[in-house]
């Protein structure tokens, strides 16, 4: 509200001086335009004005002050991508003229409000440097601090900021640049709290994955020493299978050889009771000759030898 009190201040100012010159220009050039130009941004008709002025300068493109007008009425009605335009085109046709200041200043201005940061950037530094004696130099040292704060160079915008406060302490806008400080303060802390939550989190993720790699490779371990024990396991399942079939064959054969011992006992058995009968008759026979054969008996009695033996060697072969 106080930057617009100062230009309608400017404006009045700029009227009541240069009224005598109005009414020249006005017999010479019976521009119309631009005293209903001049009235209307008075009036602060920014619209009207802005028609107004701009028909008037488009007549005589020689009228300055007309030019530093429409650049302010375009200011107000938001028209920053023309009030640079017509920033520079003022600046081209009276490069020494009475508002180039000015006019310097709000080109970097109106760059800043368009959103061409670069460029405001590059013009408010160079309006600082070139004017720093000018009334407007604490306007452009806060713009380019906004600048370089909207371009998130935090460390430059800070250095801008403090250097209005420490040279400028009855600035209307310090309390605007301390509480761009604080904002500024905060986000470093969040930008830090940020950094260290990363680095955080990617110990943790490095921790994390090298847990994961090392279960992965305990489970694999394990999985290879269970796949080993089921291995030896079944390994040692088949010996028992071929153990247990062994003794089953031999089993089989521990019958086998019983059930043949039996049948050889029971030949023996035949036997002896044949040789016993046959002895038998053979003695009755030699009792009725008185003449004593044992021929036929050592006969028998051998071949009861031979069965004998034969016998014990099944059962040996049988144990064994």
């Given at each position: 509200?106080?930057?617009?009190?100062?230009?309608?201040?400017?404006?009045?100012?700029?009227?009541?001086?240069?009224?005598?010159?109005?009414?020249?220009?006005e017999s010479r050039y019976q521009n119309l335009s631009m005293l209903r130009g001049y009235e209307a941004f008075q009036n602060e008709d920014w619209i009207s004005a802005l028609f107004f002025l701009r028909k008037a300068v488009s007549e005589d493109p020689s009228l300055e002050h007309a030019w530093y007008?429409?650049?302010?009425?375009?200011?107000?009605?938001?028209e920053y991508h023309q009030a640079v335009i017509d920033c520079k085109s003022y600046l081209t046709k009276?490069?020494?003229?009475?508002?180039?200041?000015?006019?310097?200043?709000?080109l970097g201005k109106s760059l800043y409000l368009?959103?061409?940061?670069?460029?405001?950037?590059?013009?408010?530094?160079?309006?600082?440097?070139?004017?720093?004696?000018?009334?407007?130099y604490p306007s452009a040292l806060y713009l380019l601090a906004e600048s370089f704060y909207a371009g998130f160079f935090?460390?430059?915008?800070?250095?801008?900021?403090?250097?209005?406060?420490?040279?400028?302490?009855?600035?209307?806008?310090?309390?605007?640049?301390?509480?761009?400080?604080?904002?500024i303060d905060r986000v470093e802390r969040e930008q830090k709290l940020l950094y260290l939550l990363k680095v955080t989190g990617e110990e943790y993720m490095a921790v994390k994955d090298n847990y994961e790699k090392q279960l992965h490779l305990y489970e694999t371990e394990?999985?290879?020493?269970?796949?080993?024990?089921?291995?030896?396991?079944?390994?040692?399942d088949k010996t028992l299978e071929?153990?247990?079939?062994?003794?089953?064959?031999?089993?089989?054969?521990?019958?086998?050889?019983?059930q043949e011992n039996s049948l050889l006992q029971s030949n023996v058995q035949e036997v002896t009771a044949a040789m016993e009968e046959k002895m038998k008759e053979e003695m009755a026979k030699q009792a009725e000759k008185n003449v004593p054969?044992?021929?036929?008996?050592?006969?028998?009695?051998?071949?009861?030898?031979?069965?004998?033996?034969?016998?014990?060697?099944?059962?040996?072969?049988?144990?064994?």
């Open positions: 509200m106080k930057h617009r009190i100062n230009i309608l201040v400017f404006a009045c100012t700029l009227f009541v001086i240069s009224s005598g010159v109005l009414f020249a220009e007008m429409l650049i302010l009425s375009e200011l107000y009605v938001k009276f490069s020494q003229g009475e508002y180039k200041v000015l006019v310097e200043y709000q368009q959103g061409n940061i670069e460029d405001a950037i590059a013009q408010l530094t160079y309006f600082c440097n070139e004017y720093p004696e000018s009334s407007l935090y460390d430059s915008s800070r250095s801008l900021y403090e250097r209005l406060i420490n040279s400028f302490p009855g600035d209307p806008r310090i309390q605007d640049a301390k509480n761009r400080l604080a904002e394990g999985a290879m020493r269970l796949q080993d024990q089921y291995k030896e396991k079944q390994k040692s071929e153990l247990n079939k062994k003794n089953q064959e031999q089993a089989q054969r521990i019958e086998q050889l019983e054969d044992t021929s036929d008996f050592d006969e028998l009695t051998k071949r009861a030898e031979v069965l004998k033996m034969m016998v014990e060697e099944k059962k040996q072969g049988g144990e064994e």
